[in-house]
C-alpha cells in the first residue's frame, strides 16, 4: 500500500476501539487519511488470526464455537472497511484512490484465505450436514445454510488448481472494477459541458444559471458555466435547454465521457471500454470454474428469479409494450416538431425537451410551476420523516453534535414508537465532483443483537446544489430519490436480527429494492404529499388542480422510462449471459446487437446506461442484477395494492409490514416472507396499471 499513507497502527488510531460515540457512530473529527491504510492492514491480520483459531481448534465443530465465532471475528476490518466505503464512495481524493486501488486486490485474497481454508470449511460442512439434529432456531439454521452457500459459491470445494486460478481471477476483477469506478470519477468530472456564452444555457431558470456558474468558479474557469454531468445518459438540463445544439453537446458529452481516448485530469485515458470487455471475460471464466454457463446462471442461482431466462423473460416481457408506447410518444413528439417548424427528426438530445413540450401541451404541467414547492428541508422533515412517522411511529431529532464527513451533511437520532433509541442517520444529498453518481442507502454500523450493535445509516444523492442563498428545490424525480432511498435505511433502521451476517439489506438482490420502491408511493400519497408539498416562500399548499395534473401525468413518457431502464437491464444480462470461450467484444457493436436481439432497438431512446458508464454492473454490485429493480417493481405495486386493500397509510398497515418484511433481514426466505405479508404470490397487474400499460379494473 502507499507508504506516503502508511504509518504504525497504534492507540491514536480512530479505529484502534469502537467509537464511543452514540451508536458507535464514526469519529468522523478525529479520522484523517493516513489512518486508514494501517487499520485496513491490522484488520486482516487479525481477522486472519481469529479465523485460524476457529478452522483450527481442537473442540468438534458445534453452531457456537464455529458459526457464532466467526459472526463474531473481524470487527476491526468490519469498523474501518464501513468508514472507507462510505468515504470513498460520497467524498474520495486521491490518496483514498490510491489506498483503495492497492487494497482491493489484498481484500479479494484476504476474502479467497477465509473461503477457501479446507480445515474451515470442512468444520461449515459438518455443522450444515448435521443442521436437521442440532437444537437450531430457524434463524440459526437459516444462517448455517448461508454460509454452507457461500463457502460453496466461493469455491470451498473445488481443487487446488482451480483454486489457484480462482484466486487469480478474483484479484484481477477487484483492481479492474476499482479502476472502474476511479476512472468513471473522474470521466464524469472532466466531461462536464462547459459553456463561455450565457445564451447558450437559454432556458435554464436564473437558480440554475447561476449554479453553473457557481460550479463553474469552483473549477477555476472564472467567467464561464458548468453543467456537471449525472451518472445516467440523459441529463436533466435537457428538459429545458432551448437551443437545440446545447443539447446535443450536452448530450454528447454524458454518451462519450468514458469511451474517448484523450487524457484527462489524473487518469491515462477516459476510454474503458478494455475494462469492460476484460470484465466480462472474467466473470464469464469465474463462472465456468464454478459449474455455471455464464455470470448470469451463477448470480441469479440464489436469487429469487433463480434464472437469466426468468429475468429476461420479466424484461422482454414488460419491453414488448414498454416500445410500443415509446414508440407513439415518438410520434407526439415528432408532431410537435413539426408543428413548430423544426425541420428535423427527433434524435436522443431532443426528447427530454419535447417531452416537456408534451406534458405542457396534454397536462398544462411546467417543471418550474413544480420545483418551488419541494424545497428539499421541507420534502425531508415534512415528507419522508413525516411518512414514516405516520406508518411506523418513529421519530427524528438532529444531531449537531455528531461528527460528519463534509460539510452539507447532517446526521438525525431516531427514536422508536415508545420514545427509546433506535438508530442514527445521516443524510448528504448534494452532488460533488469527488462524489459517485446516483444514490445509495449504505450503513456505518449494523443492527446485530448478538453484538450489541444499533443501526447507523445513511443515505447519499447528487441533487445539484443551490447557489448560495437560494434554496434547494427539486424535481419530483428527486423527491422520489429522498423517498426511494430512504426505503433503503427503514430496511436497515428496522432490522431486528441476531447475527450479522442477515442484517438489515443483506437480502437477494431482486428483493432488496422491494422496500425502497415500495416507500417511494408515500410520496404522492394525499395525506402525506400535502404535508410537505409547500410554497418555499409562501407556505402555501399547492393548488389542488396542480396537484392534480401531477397525478395524471404519472404515466406520462413511461414508454421512455421504461424503455430506457429494460434496454440497459437487458444489456446487463447481455454481458453476463456470455460463455467464458466467447471472444472479445466491441463494445459499441455489442451493444447494438443485444438492443435489436430483444427488440429494445428504439433509435429515440438510448439504454439508462451505456457499457463504459453503467457503474452498477461493474463495480456496483449488480452484474446481472439490474433486473432486479422491475422484479421488485413487481412485489412493490403489489404490496401497494395491499395497503389500498386495508386502509392506506396507517400505523397498523405499517406495523405489519415492518414485523413481518422490515425486520426480518435475511432470516428467511424473500419470497416466503412477502407470501406470508401478502397472503399470496405477487402479481405483475398493478404494475402494468401503474405504469399505464394496462387499463385499470373498470376502465375502458
Not at 494501517?38 to 457456537?64: C, D, K, N, W, Y
Not at 476511479?182 to 432556458?203: C, F
Not at 429494492?513 to 404529499?529: I, T
Not at 453476463?576 to 446487437?593: C, I, N, R, S, W
Request: glycine share 6%; net charge negative; hydrophobic share 40%.
Amino acid at each position: 500500500m502507499p507508504t506516503t499513507t502508511s504509518s504504525a497502527f497504534t492507540r491514536d488510531n480512530p479505529f484502534f476501539a469502537p467509537s464511543a460515540l452514540p451508536f458507535g457512530a464514526p469519529p468522523f473529527d478525529r479520522i484523517h487519511d493516513a489512518d486508514i491504510q494501517p487499520a485496513i492492514e491490522e484488520g486482516m491480520r487479525r481477522h486472519l488470526a481469529e479465523v485460524a483459531a476457529i478452522a483450527e481448534q481442537s473442540a468438534p465443530p458445534s453452531f457456537e464455537n464455529t458459526i457464532v465465532a466467526l459472526e463474531r471475528s473481524g470487527d476491526l476490518l468490519t469498523r474501518v472497511l464501513k468508514v472507507f466505503g462510505g468515504l470513498t464512495s460520497a467524498n474520495t481524493n486521491d490518496t483514498l484512490q490510491a489506498v483503495q486501488s492497492e487494497a482491493a486486490p489484498k481484500l479479494a485474497a484476504h476474502s479467497d484465505a477465509i473461503f477457501l481454508n479446507d480445515t474451515l470449511f470442512r468444520r461449515v460442512k459438518a455443522i450444515h450436514d448435521q443442521r436437521a439434529t442440532l437444537s437450531l432456531t430457524p434463524e440459526q439454521r437459516f444462517l448455517v445454510e448461508r454460509y454452507y452457500l457461500d463457502f460453496v459459491r466461493a469455491g470451498a470445494q473445488l481443487g487446488e488448481p482451480e483454486k489457484v486460478r480462482l484466486r487469480a481471477l478474483n484479484q484481477e476483477e477487484s483492481m479492474l472494477s476499482t479502476d472502474f469506478q476511479n476512472r468513471l470519477l473522474a470521466a464524469t468530472k472532466a466531461g462536464a459541458l462547459v459553456v463561455d456564452d450565457r445564451s447558450q444555457l437559454d432556458g435554464l431558470s436564473d437558480a440554475e444559471v447561476a449554479a453553473a456558474a457557481e460550479a463553474a468558479t469552483e473549477r477555476k474557469l472564472p467567467g464561464k458555466w458548468v453543467l456537471p454531468l449525472q451518472n445516467t445518459t440523459q441529463q436533466p438540463q435537457l428538459a429545458a435547454l432551448r437551443r437545440r445544439a446545447t443539447r446535443q453537446r450536452l448530450y454528447d458529452a454524458s454518451v462519450h465521457r468514458a469511451d474517448r481516448d484523450d487524457p484527462v485530469d489524473t487518469v491515462d485515458t477516459v476510454d474503458m471500454r478494455a475494462i469492460v470487455q476484460r470484465l466480462a471475460q472474467l466473470r464469464a471464466e469465474h463462472a465456468r470454474l464454478l459449474g455455471y454457463p455464464t455470470s448470469a446462471a451463477f448470480v441469479l442461482d440464489d436469487q429469487m428469479a433463480k434464472t437469466p431466462a426468468a429475468a429476461i423473460k420479466l424484461l422482454t416481457d414488460i419491453g414488448t409494450s414498454a416500445t410500443e408506447k415509446a414508440r407513439s410518444e415518438v410520434a407526439r413528439m415528432q408532431a410537435l416538431v413539426d408543428e413548430e417548424r423544426g425541420g428535423f427528426a427527433l434524435e436522443p438530445w431532443d426528447w427530454q425537451y419535447y417531452a416537456e413540450g408534451v406534458r405542457k401541451a396534454e397536462y398544462d404541467l411546467d417543471e418550474s410551476q413544480i420545483k418551488p414547492y419541494f424545497e428539499l428541508d421541507r420534502v425531508l422533515h415534512d415528507g419522508v420523516f413525516y411518512a414514516a412517522t405516520r406508518l411506523y411511529g418513529i421519530t427524528f431529532a438532529e444531531r449537531t453534535d455528531i461528527p460528519v464527513w463534509q460539510s452539507d451533511v447532517r446526521a438525525f437520532e431516531v427514536f422508536d414508537a415508545d420514545g427509546s433509541p433506535l438508530a442514527l442517520f445521516y443524510t448528504d444529498y448534494f452532488k460533488r465532483d469527488n462524489k459517485s453518481g446516483g444514490a445509495w442507502m449504505d450503513s456505518f454500523v449494523d443492527q446485530a443483537e448478538l453484538l450489541g450493535t444499533k443501526p447507523v445509516v445513511y443515505n447519499v444523492a447528487n441533487f445539484t446544489k443551490p447557489a448560495a442563498g437560494t434554496p434547494a428545490l427539486l424535481s419530483f424525480d428527486d423527491v422520489t430519490t429522498m423517498f426511494h432511498e430512504f426505503g433503503h435505511a427503514l430496511h436497515a433502521l428496522f432490522s431486528r436480527v441476531t447475527y450479522p451476517m442477515l442484517t438489515g439489506t443483506n437480502v437477494p438482490r431482486d428483493f432488496v429494492e422491494f422496500p425502497s420502491q415500495f416507500n417511494e408511493h408515500w410520496a404522492l400519497d394525499p395525506v402525506v404529499f400535502a404535508h410537505y408539498a409547500k410554497h418555499h416562500e409562501t407556505g402555501a399548499s399547492m393548488p389542488q388542480p396542480l396537484v392534480d395534473r401531477i397525478k395524471k401525468s404519472q404515466t406520462f413518457n413511461q414508454g421512455f422510462a421504461l424503455t430506457e431502464y429494460i434496454a440497459a437491464a437487458l444489456l446487463d444480462m447481455a454481458w453476463h449471459t456470455l460463455p467464458a470461450d466467447a471472444p472479445k467484444q466491441d463494445v459499441g457493436a455489442f451493444e447494438q446487437d443485444a438492443l435489436a436481439r430483444y427488440h429494445m432497438d428504439v433509435r429515440q431512446v438510448p439504454p439508462r446506461y451505456l457499457s463504459t458508464y453503467f457503474a452498477h454492473i461493474w463495480n456496483g454490485g449488480y452484474q446481472a442484477g439490474y433486473y432486479a429493480y422491475l422484479w421488485a417493481e413487481v412485489l412493490d405495486h403489489d404490496a401497494v395494492a395491499w395497503f389500498a386493500e386495508h386502509g392506506g397509510l396507517t400505523r397498523e398497515n405499517g406495523q405489519r409490514l415492518r414485523d413481518m418484511i422490515l425486520s426480518c433481514g435475511g432470516t428467511a426466505d424473500a419470497a416466503t416472507l412477502y407470501r406470508a405479508f401478502r397472503g399470496r404470490d405477487p402479481s405483475v397487474d398493478s404494475l402494468l396499471v401503474k405504469r399505464g400499460l394496462k387499463p385499470e379494473p373498470g376502465g375502458q
